[in-house]
T-cell receptor, first 109, second 113 residues
């Protein structure tokens, strides 16, 4: 299967800082999504971004499908941004989402 | 509000006591699926359904059953739970099979003693 590598694996930020999370794929993927799993375990949809750039408030995402990567930008981070960020792609077989290993983000005061 | 609703959110049970985790979506989605999340193993697909009365196994179906009698509901049944089914479970839905955005429920944390 297609390998999904996320970097960095762990990130500690001070409140107000900006960050970029990266997701690399070993081959072309479809239907890329970004999720935030909060400390209570909830999976929150951030972006559905097969290609191009999208923005939602302090968050934005860019997918360059031809170069097999996606980026998630977090600006002016807040403590509520803490948690694990996953990218995931949809594989046709069983319409299954395959998740990356995640980036664990901690935002401190 | 568009959402996927799971119940219960938290449950502690004992080995062998049948239980059902319900999942309901209000987006008229055809596709629904179940995942479990375990430390070090990530999220793995248990079962999926392409439409009413159409279900199939995912990667880890052993010990689980599902049914899809109505479009909006996709319950996960553990006929005889065992401790290795202690996990965080997620239901998900999307408008199409093999395409589109997948929406997840809030998760159900199950502990089997």
């Amino acid at each position: 299967g297609i390998q999904v590598e996320q970097s960095p694996p762990d990130l500690i930020l001070q409140e107000g800082a900006n960050s970029t999370l990266r997701c690399n794929f070993s081959d072309s993927v479809n239907n890329l999504q970004w999720f935030h799993q909060n400390p209570w375990g909830q999976l929150i949809n951030l972006f559905y971004i097969p290609s191009g750039t999208k923005q939602n408030g302090r968050l934005s995402a860019t997918t360059v499908a031809t170069e097999r990567y996606s980026l998630l930008y977090i600006s002016s981070s807040q403590t509520t941004d803490s948690g694990v960020y996953f990218c995931a792609y949809l594989s046709g077989t069983a319409s299954k989402l395959t998740f990356g290993t995640g980036t664990r983000l901690q935002v401190t005061l | 509000e568009a959402q996927v609703t799971q119940n219960p959110r938290y449950l502690i049970t004992v080995t062998g006591k049948k239980l059902t985790v319900t999942c309901s979506q209000n987006m008229n989605h055809e596709y629904m699926s179940w995942y479990r999340q375990d430390p070090g193993l990530g999220l793995r697909q248990i079962y999926y359904s392409m439409n009413v009365e159409v279900t199939d196994k995912g990667d880890v179906p052993e010990g689980y059953k599902v049914s899809r009698k109505e479009k909006r509901n996709f319950p996960l049944i553990l006929e005889s739970p065992s401790p290795n089914q202690t996990s965080l479970y997620f239901c998900a839905s999307s408008s199409g099979f093999g395409t589109g955005e997948l929406f997840f429920g809030e998760g159900s944390r199950l502990t089997v003693l």
